[in-house]
């Protein structure tokens, strides 16, 4: 894998969707010695498409100028060997014209093996399949059990490929937090989809953010300086983060509520004006008055503000 490459397969604008799920993939295999030249059997299994669609987005990978297939052929047995992809930041990036491109790849130079006729990979013969024209890819993952037809949901897959993207600059982001170079291939433990389903468990069971995983990170490389080997080296830190951001949240709440109690506690007694105002408010109405409601001290405060006469008071307290 190599940080670069995949960095480039993200800034292009031009595609989106599976097509940029597939440019991602081929730049996530790409080793910045040798190249990239996964099987059509592996890349389709990483993107989780049919190998008849696979070629699709490649032939319209390669009409965009962002890629060019290159097809190999064993120099001694004169087999045919796995495609070689050409990504548009290489040196020397050409493209092939579309006419010269079959559906597995551009013609080569040399002459494959005659006992393998020119390399077919349908599993059929030499020729061409005939479920696909000129493609010498049969579509295997054909389902001849006709399914009832479901309306694809647009709206959904462009939202779950901009989040797909999304996490792909986080995870970007966080190679960089982690010291990992632009431009260096990256170890084993941290390339293809477990590395990202064992960060994206960080989001999902710790709960914390992008931003605290970042920060997280960079606070590990003051005690460790050179980057980890894989995502589990982070483990410790990251349920340190949430423990601490649990704590923080659960002292603030009890915090909250000791405020609130001291403030009620400290909240100064109504005054004399206070309860005689509410107690001759009752006894001048016509609601229904308890004998013992209020002390005689109570009574001597409303008459003294002459808030009630001492007719209406004996009337109500006598009723």
Same mark, same amino acid.
């Not at 830190?237 to 609130?260: C, S, Y």
């Given at each position: ?18 097509? $940029? ?84 790849? =551009? ?46 949901? $647009? ?5 779950? =490929? ?21 431009? =260096? ?26 931003? /605290? ?47 609130? /109690?001291? $403030? ?15 107690? =001759? ?23 003294? /503000? ?7 008071? /004996? ?5």
């Amino acid at each position: 894998m190599s940080h670069k490459a995949t960095v480039w397969a993200l800034d292009q604008r031009s595609i989106k969707g599976t097509t $940029k799920i597939v440019l991602w993939h081929l730049c996530d295999r790409y080793n910045p010695e040798h190249g990239c030249f996964p099987s059509q059997e592996l890349l389709a299994y990483d993107c989780q498409v049919s190998r008849s669609g696979l070629n699709n987005h490649l032939l319209h990978l390669e009409k965009c100028g962002l890629v060019r297939r290159e097809r190999r052929i064993d120099p001694i047995t004169k087999r045919q060997m796995s495609t070689r992809y050409i990504l548009g930041f290489e040196d020397g990036f050409t493209l092939a014209l579309s006419a010269q491109i079959s559906g597995d790849g =551009a013609p080569s130079a040399e002459e494959p093996c005659p006992e393998f006729a020119h390399g077919a990979v349908s599993r059929i013969q030499g020729d061409p399949c005939p479920e696909n024209s000129p493609s010498r890819v049969q579509n295997l993952d054909t389902n001849l059990v006709r399914e009832p037809l479901r309306e694809p949901v $647009k709206e959904e897959e462009e939202d779950a =490929a901009a989040r797909d993207a999304d996490f792909d600059r986080f995870f970007v982001d966080l190679l960089s937090a982690l010291g990992f170079a632009a431009n =260096a291939p990256l170890p084993a433990w941290w390339q293809g989809w477990p590395a990202r389903l064992h960060v994206r468990r960080w989001l999902d069971d710790l709960g914390l953010t992008e931003d /605290r995983i970042i920060k997280t990170a960079k606070e590990s490389r003051s005690d460790h300086p050179n980057p980890p080997d894989g995502p589990k080296a982070l483990d410790r830190f990251m349920e340190r983060a949430a423990q601490r951001d649990a704590q923080g949240a659960a002292n603030a709440k009890t915090a909250g509520k000791a405020k609130h /109690r001291r $403030k009620s506690e400290t909240k100064p007694p109504p005054s004399d004006d206070e309860v005689a105002a509410y107690y =001759a408010a009752i006894v001048n109405s016509d609601e229904y008055l308890p004998r013992d409601l209020f002390s005689s001290r109570t009574c001597g405060l409303m008459l003294d /503000r002459g808030l009630v006469t001492p007719e209406r008071l /004996r009337l109500r307290m006598g009723s």
